[in-house]
């Protein structure tokens, strides 16, 4: 059968393999949740994040906090797919106007055009595709702001796209950069690490308890002329040097053996402490008077961070309250969306 604009024989598309497809690319149905709403609210009620979205963590805590009114001016510092800035788009009621920042090109591309169709276009939203690190710059040009956030969490899209290499589950190349088109892959950057560095920075970013078993067993294999430059080749690594582990409990350790050897390199290839720092000595000039400012975190180290600035901030009269602890997503959401459980949301107000 013939198209008839194009004159080429029509392809069908490719259909799910049986009732429960494990390829990215064969789940077309939970990669179009506009045309699929019936699939994708199925996976959802299951306690699970469809392939190409993400579910946005504690959107009511954040905007409890906010408290957001019409006319003002916002910025969220960490796009992604769009659902905590829509939901605070809703509250401006089409007065005011909200910022978004991004790195990720490929996916803040997407997220736009998602939200123009669903009626948040240029007069309401400005994506600017720029690292939070640079919210000085920003607010140069479009602030002060009356209300910010950031989640610092990686986006689901990012972890379930294969292309991309933030996850040990399936193979593809080990990049692991929220910005593909700068800086070096997580690939290249083991290509020459030593053994000590290797194992201090597992042990700084993710507090990997077999950091040294690991970062030997990775060195070892890359001496040996051995690349390890794809995400299936890593876990291999890490399943080797961890046969030693009684095998009853082999399988959990190798499991979150990767979860935090990933995040080492994550962090690690995205400068994410770093610019972590630099946003948060730089909000403050970035907020109006009275402003506030929520972050979501997802591990200690990021944690850590948040409340000694805000802590300090607060003794030196710059911050006028802050959280005087973590609030913790509901156990409800966290059923919805184990994804949550990890999270930690702080929150400051300018003096």
Sequence with gaps: MENKET?????????????????????????????????????????????????????REILDFLQIQPGQKGLDCTLGYGGHT???????????????????????????????????????????????????????????????????????????????GFSYKTEGPLDLRLNPEKGISAAERLSDISQEELQGMLMENADEPYALEISKAVV??????????????????????????????????????????????????NSEYEVLYQLLEKIPDALASGGRVAILTFHSGEDRLVKKSFKRLLREGIYQEVSSDVIRPSSEECFRNPRARSTKMRWAVKA
Excluded: W
């Excluded at 259909?15 to 690319?25: A, D, F, Q, S």
């Excluded at 890359?222 to 291999?236: F, H, N, Q, S, V």
């Design 7 to 59: 004159g080429k024989p029509h392809k069908r598309r490719v259909r799910y393999k049986g009732t429960h497809p494990t390829k990215y690319n064969e789940k077309y149905k939970e990669l179009n949740p506009e045309k699929y709403a019936d699939t994708v609210e199925k996976v959802m009620s299951k306690g699970s994040t469809p392939v190409g979205m993400h579910i946005s963590i504690m959107v």
């Design 86 to 164: 829509m939901e605070m788009m809703k509250c401006l009621e089409k007065k005011g106007h909200m910022y978004a920042l991004d790195v990720d090109p490929i996916e803040s591309a997407k997220t736009k055009e998602r939200l123009k169709r669903q009626g948040y276009g240029e007069e309401i939203l400005t994506i600017i595709n720029e690292n939070f690190a640079n919210i000085d710059l920003v607010a140069k040009e479009h602030g002060p702001f009356d209300f910010m956030m950031a989640d610092l969490g990686v986006s689901s899209m990012q972890i379930d796209n294969p292309e991309r």
């Design 220 to 269: 070892g294999e890359i001496k040996k002329g051995r690349k390890i430059d794809t995400t299936t080749k890593l876990r291999e690594v890490i399943e080797e040097a961890l046969c030693f582990v009684p095998e009853k409990e082999r399988k959990e350790t190798v499991k979150k053996t990767c979860q935090r050897t990933f995040q080492a390199l994550r962090i690690d290839v």
